[in-house]
């Protein structure tokens, strides 16, 4: 019986560990995408392959990729429509899950960077507040943590 606990929580730790690593590296794509180091199609990809990554999360930088595919429309419709299905799928996401840290710093990276003509900027400073209020329970995310600790500092100079 001991064994079978011993083996079940190294199984459920293993885990927990290749998806935060998946995590981490779809973070790490969200940047490079931003920075044009690597193309949308390749994040799109791998947004596919890793179903090892949280439900939430994994579906939060799918609604993103609405937002990155609007960027890169040159169709003034297209760019739109792209925005608008991000925003509505983001918006979703928080509303069935509201204390999901990661939503909320998406949804301020995109608010921070959307045309104030496209109305999209009404909840900067309640996810600013709800994140500065809700870094401290990421002690279990250390890659969370910091690039929301870098990019607050980076945002506020």
Do not use: C
Not at 33 to 54: R, W
């Amino acid at each position: 019986m001991k064994k079978t606990k011993l083996l079940a929580i190294l199984i459920l730790s293993i885990n927990f560990g290749f998806s935060s690593e998946n995590l981490k590296e779809i973070r790490d794509l969200y940047y490079k995408v931003n920075l044009e180091d690597i193309g949308l199609d390749d994040f799109e990809k791998s947004l596919n392959k890793n179903i090892k990554i949280p439900k939430p999360e994994l579906e939060g930088y799918k609604a993103i990729l609405w937002f990155l595919k609007a960027k890169k429309s040159y169709n003034p419709y297209k760019k739109y429509e792209s925005f608008n299905k991000g925003k509505k799928q983001l918006e979703l996401l928080i509303k069935k899950y509201p204390d999901n840290v990661e939503l909320h710093f998406l949804r301020l990276t995109i608010q921070d960077h959307s045309p104030i003509f496209l109305g999209y900027n009404d909840k900067i400073e309640i996810d600013k507040i709800f994140i500065k209020a809700k870094i401290k329970e990421l002690n279990n995310d250390f890659d969370l943590k910091s690039r929301i600790i870098e990019y607050l500092n980076e945002r506020d100079k």
